[in-house]
C-alpha cells in the first residue's frame, strides 16, 4: 500500500481553494497506488480546517496545532515529521507562494525526489510520470520520477476541488518543534494595491503586457483606453518596471478581475497571469505569437502586431492614435 | 560581507520552433539571463553599494557558452564570477533540484557568503526550487518570493527583514536570521543595464571554472532522478474565433465585437 499525505494551505483564517483541489489530485494518485488519502492542515484554526478537509476520498486528516500563521520552518518539521510517521509513497503540497517556501525544504530533508509545478500525475508500475510546462508554457513535457518515495507540488486550477463530504479519521499529530530551529519570525501581513482604481470592479478592462515594449508607448494604450471608456490595467512586468502602479496588476499576485470584457494586449498569458483573469466573461486577445498561451483561454483571437492593430482600433471609435 | 548570487543561463524559444524527440531544436532557442536572476544581482550590487567591505560573487552552473551571461552579472557590478561544469554534468538531460542544490552548496561552502540571492525560478524549466533545496542543503535559513528587502537591517544587525509576496496582493513581513538564501521575486527593485566600461572590464576578468573534482563531488552527485520522456506543443484547446484580415479588418471586426457586447457605445 502506497499512501499519500497532502498539506493544505491557508491563510488568514481561511483554507485556501487549491487545498481542495489538492484532494482530487491526491485521491486519484491514492487510488493509482492502492493507499489511503492523508491530509494534513498546519497551525491556524485547525480543528474547524479538519472538519472542512474531511471531503469525499480522504481516509484521514491530521492536524498540527502549532501557532497561528504559515512558519516555513514549523511546516518544514511538522511535514516532514509526518512524513517520517506515515511513510506516504507522495507528498503533495500546492505549488503556492507558501508551498514555494517550504516544499523543497521538506524534499531536501527527506532524501526525496522533488517536482513542482505538476499540470498531470500518473503513477504506475513504482514510477511517477509528471506533466509539467516548460519555457513560459511554450512546450509541455512528462518527466518520469524513477525510484519514490516522492514530493511533488500541483499547479493550482488544474484539478476540480473535491465537494462531497467524508467520513475520515481526524487526529491531532503532536510534533515536538524544534524552537531552536525556528529562525524565521512572521511580523504580520500588508495589502498591497490600493489607490486610484479598482480594477476589479471594472466592466471593460484593456491591459496590457510586455509586448508594449517602451513605456513611451504607453500612450498608444492610454489613447484606446480613452477612446472606448475602459479602465486600464496591465501584467506584471508593467508593474516590475514602474510604467503603471501596483493596483493595474492583473494576476496571481495582483487582481483578481471579472469584467465583461478583458482585451488583453501583448500578454503571453503566463499561468500566474490568467489567475487573475480567467473569470472575465469574453477574452480577447490581440498578439503576434499565434501560439502564444492566452488564445487557449481567448473568446476572440487577434493574430497581429499591437503597433498596427491598436491604431486602428482607437480609430474604430473616432480617437486619434498618437505617434509612438 | 559577503553576497552570493546564484544565476543561470536560461534558452528562451522563439515564436516558431520545432522539438526533435525531448528536446527543442537548437536553431530556434536564444540565451539569456535569468529574468529573476536579473533581479538578485541587482540586490546584491546594491547591498555592495549600501555597505562597506561588501564582496559579491556569482554563481553559475553551465557550459561555457555561459560564461557570456555570467559576464553580465559582472558588467553589472559583481566582483568575481564561479562556473561550475563537469562533463558529467553535461550528461544529464535535465538537472534535478537537489542536484543543482548540491553543487552550488559546494561552492557556497568554499566561499562562506553571508547572504545568497537566488531568483524564485528559472523561467525555462520553472521548478522555482533551487534557493530553498539550497538553504535546506546547508543548513541555511531562507525565504522565497522576496519583494522587499531592508539592505540597512541585513549589514548592520546581521537579520533579513524582507517581504513575501503572497497571492492576491497581501505582502507577509518576516525576519530572517542570516546566514540565509533569498529567492528574489522580480520587481524587488530596477536591473540596471551594464554600462559599456562595465562590459569591457568584465570581458577581462577570470572566470574561476570549478569541475566536480574541484568541489569534491562525484559523477553520482550529479545523477538525476528525472527523466524527460516526452515534449511536445501543448494541444490548443482553444475555441477562440480568430478575427482575420490586415490590421484595419482585424480593428473593425474586433470594434464590433466590442459595441455587441455593450462595453463601448456607439
Ligand atoms: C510567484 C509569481 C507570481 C507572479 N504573479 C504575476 C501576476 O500577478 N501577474 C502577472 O501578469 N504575472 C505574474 N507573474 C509573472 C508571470 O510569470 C509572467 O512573467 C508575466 O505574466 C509575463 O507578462 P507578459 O505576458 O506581459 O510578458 P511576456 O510573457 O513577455 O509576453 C509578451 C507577449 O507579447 C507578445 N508581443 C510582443 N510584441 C508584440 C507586438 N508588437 N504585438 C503583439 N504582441 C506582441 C509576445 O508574443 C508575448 O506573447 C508571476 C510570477 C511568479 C513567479
Redesign the pocket.
Known amino acids: 500500500m502506497s499512501d499519500v499525505l497532502v498539506v493544505a494551505d491557508h491563510r488568514r483564517g481561511d483554507l485556501r481553494d487549491v487545498s481542495f483541489e489538492l484532494l482530487t489530485a491526491g485521491r486519484e494518485l491514492a487510488d493509482a497506488a492502492d493507499g489511503d488519502l492523508h491530509a494534513a492542515v498546519v497551525s491556524g484554526n485547525v480543528e474547524e480546517f479538519a472538519e472542512e478537509l474531511n471531503r469525499e476520498g480522504v481516509d484521514q486528516v491530521h492536524t498540527v496545532d502549532y501557532g497561528e500563521e504559515f512558519n516555513h520552518d514549523v511546516y518544514t518539521q511538522a511535514v516532514v515529521a509526518l512524513a517520517e510517521e506515515l511513510d506516504p509513497e507522495f507528498v503533495v503540497t500546492p505549488n503556492s507562494?507558501n508551498g514555494l517556501d517550504y516544499a523543497p525544504a521538506v524534499a531536501t530533508r527527506l532524501g526525496r525526489p522533488y517536482v513542482s509545478d505538476a499540470t498531470g500525475l500518473d503513477y504506475a508500475d513504482g514510477t511517477l510520470e509528471v506533466t509539467r510546462e516548460m519555457y513560459?508554457s511554450k512546450v509541455e513535457t512528462t518527466v518520469d520520477v524513477a525510484e519514490g518515495p516522492f514530493v511533488v507540488t500541483t499547479r493550482g486550477g488544474e484539478w476540480p476541488p473535491v465537494e462531497g463530504s467524508g467520513d475520515a479519521e481526524i487526529s491531532a499529530f503532536d510534533v515536538d518543534v524544534d524552537e531552536d530551529a525556528v529562525r524565521s519570525t512572521v511580523k504580520g501581513f500588508e495589502e498591497v494595491g490600493g489607490g486610484d482604481v479598482d480594477i476589479g470592479e471594472a466592466d471593460f478592462l484593456v491591459s496590457i503586457?510586455?509586448?508594449i515594449?517602451e513605456e513611451e508607448n504607453l500612450a498608444l494604450v492610454e489613447e484606446l483606453v480613452d477612446a472606448t471608456g475602459a479602465t486600464l490595467s496591465s501584467?506584471?512586468?508593467?508593474v516590475d518596471n514602474g510604467w503603471l502602479p501596483k493596483n493595474r496588476?492583473?494576476?496571481?499576485?495582483?487582481k483578481q478581475v471579472t469584467p465583461d470584457v478583458y482585451l488583453a494586449?501583448?500578454?503571453?498569458?503566463?499561468?500566474?497571469?490568467v489567475a487573475?483573469m480567467k473569470g472575465a466573461d469574453t477574452i480577447i486577445a490581440?498578439?503576434?505569437?499565434p501560439n502564444?498561451p492566452?488564445f487557449d483561454i481567448a473568446d476572440y483571437g487577434v493574430v497581429?502586431?499591437?503597433?498596427d492593430v491598436v491604431p486602428a482600433l482607437i480609430e474604430e471609435f473616432g480617437g486619434e492614435p498618437p505617434s509612438v | 560581507m559577503k553576497v552570493l548570487v546564484t544565476v543561470k543561463e536560461v534558452a528562451t524559444v522563439e515564436?516558431d520552433f520545432e522539438i526533435s524527440g525531448t528536446e527543442i531544436e537548437e536553431t530556434y532557442l536564444d540565451y539569456d539571463l535569468n529574468e529573476w536572476d536579473d533581479y538578485a544581482v541587482e540586490e546584491g550590487v546594491q547591498l555592495a553599494e549600501a555597505g562597506d567591505d561588501v564582496e559579491v560573487v556569482a554563481v553559475t552552473i553551465g557550459p561555457e557558452r555561459s560564461e557570456e551571461t555570467i559576464r553580465m552579472a559582472l558588467a553589472k557590478g559583481a566582483d568575481r564570477a564561479v562556473r561550475v561544469w563537469d562533463d558529467a554534468i553535461d550528461d544529464v538531460e535535465l538537472l534535478d533540484v537537489e542536484t543543482k542544490a548540491e553543487l552550488l552548496a559546494a561552492v557556497v561552502e568554499d566561499e562562506d557568503p553571508d547572504v545568497v540571492l537566488s531568483g524564485?525560478?528559472a523561467n525555462d524549466d520553472s521548478f522555482?526550487a533551487t534557493g530553498v533545496a539550497l538553504a535546506e542543503t546547508l543548513g541555511f535559513e531562507w525565504a522565497a518570493?522576496v519583494n522587499a528587502l531592508d539592505t540597512e537591517k541585513v549589514l548592520d544587525e546581521g537579520v533579513a527583514s524582507v517581504r513575501r509576496?503572497l497571492e492576491g496582493g497581501v505582502e507577509e513581513l518576516t525576519d530572517v536570521e542570516l546566514p540565509a538564501v533569498l529567492a528574489i521575486?522580480?520587481g524587488i527593485n530596477e536591473p540596471r543595464y551594464a554600462s559599456l566600461r562595465g562590459i569591457r572590464q568584465a570581458q577581462s576578468k577570470e572566470i574561476d571554472v570549478q569541475s566536480l573534482d574541484d568541489l569534491a563531488l562525484g559523477a553520482d552527485d550529479v545523477a538525476s532522478d528525472l527523466d524527460v520522456t516526452a515534449m511536445y506543443e501543448p494541444e490548443t484547446e482553444s475555441d477562440a474565433q480568430y478575427l482575420e484580415g490586415d490590421a484595419g479588418e482585424q480593428a473593425s471586426a474586433l470594434a464590433e465585437v466590442l459595441r455587441e457586447k455593450g462595453v463601448v457605445g456607439e
Not at chain 1, 501584467?235 to 508593467?238: D, K
Request: hydrophobic share 30%; charged share 15%; net charge negative.
Open positions: 507562494v513560459g503586457g510586455r509586448g515594449e501584467s506584471r512586468p508593467i496588476q492583473v494576476g496571481q499576485s495582483g494586449i501583448g500578454i503571453s498569458g503566463a499561468v500566474q497571469h487573475g490581440v498578439n503576434n505569437d502564444a492566452i497581429g502586431d499591437l503597433f | 515564436d524564485v525560478q522555482g518570493v509576496e521575486q522580480t
